[in-house]
């Protein structure tokens, strides 16, 4: 049985859904499942609705024109890989759409069911290339969690998310932001080694993610550090449950190896948005002052605003 990708074409004419349903129907290798929008607001609805293996965009739409076009469809659907048409007299066009972020251009009328299936090929594996970078740029390689540079961008995020919803409502929802330090990591990597240090780490990263809700966030920072972005909370005292849990967790012996179990113990320090601040270095500042107030008791969570002076 032959592969099958799904396909959407985003164009204005007619003409073209044709030749393009054409060519792609010559394939022997590959079988194609096309679907076809005339303008940018109907292929966003398509793009909202199921994922597709690679967009065909006409950059010369009804409700869209030039590289807007791409950028609109990029922002909207980033994970998917994107082939521009463009007309003979614009290759430039097609050019710099690929320096914006398309995958490969094609020009109309010089179009033949090879080059456009082989252009198919090419662009949805640089597609997952490109994700694959970027996932190892952003992501730990240890954990697999956010590293520092996905933390910081996903708290700005989640703090932009509140304020949009602030000017909507009327409400400012909460976000806290939690430090975590484990507090016996260095002795787990003196006693038994790095590696059975690094199984403990990898343990508490699966362990954090399993105390909050899919839409937080849970990072390493590096070493034993761990961040935690809670967003969309009614009181800023809710994030206290989750830090409990995270304490719960953490105190179920964990198995790292050779018949070695360990118990582990945390400090966790919390700043809260807006109260204690209104951006990512702030927040991230005042929880790693609350993190260092919660050490000084061991295992236990503070609170920036219960020691702020």
Known sequence: MSEKL???LIEAGSSDNKLIRELLGESKNLSFDLLFAENLSEGLKYLDQRFFDVILLDLA???SSGLDTLLAVRRFRPDIAVIVLTGLDDEDIGLQATQAGAQDYLVKGRVSSWLLIRSIRYAIERKRFESRLEYLATHDDLTGLPNRQMFNYTLSQALERARREKHISHKTPFVAVMLLDLDNYK?????YGHMQGDKLLSSVARRLQNCVRKSDTVARMGGDEFTLVIENIAYSKDSEIT???ILTSLA???Q???GIEVVSSASIGISIYPSDGD?????LQFADIAMYQAKKSGNSFKFYSDHAV
């Open 6 to 8: 799904l396909v959407l």
């Open 243 to 245: 830090a409990r849990k």
């Open 279 to 283: 951006n990512p270095e702030s927040l």
């Open 61 to 63: 739409l009804p409700d």
């Open 187 to 191: 002795e787990v990597n003196d006693q």
């Open 252 to 254: 179920e012996p964990i």
């Open 256 to 258: 790292i190896g050779g």
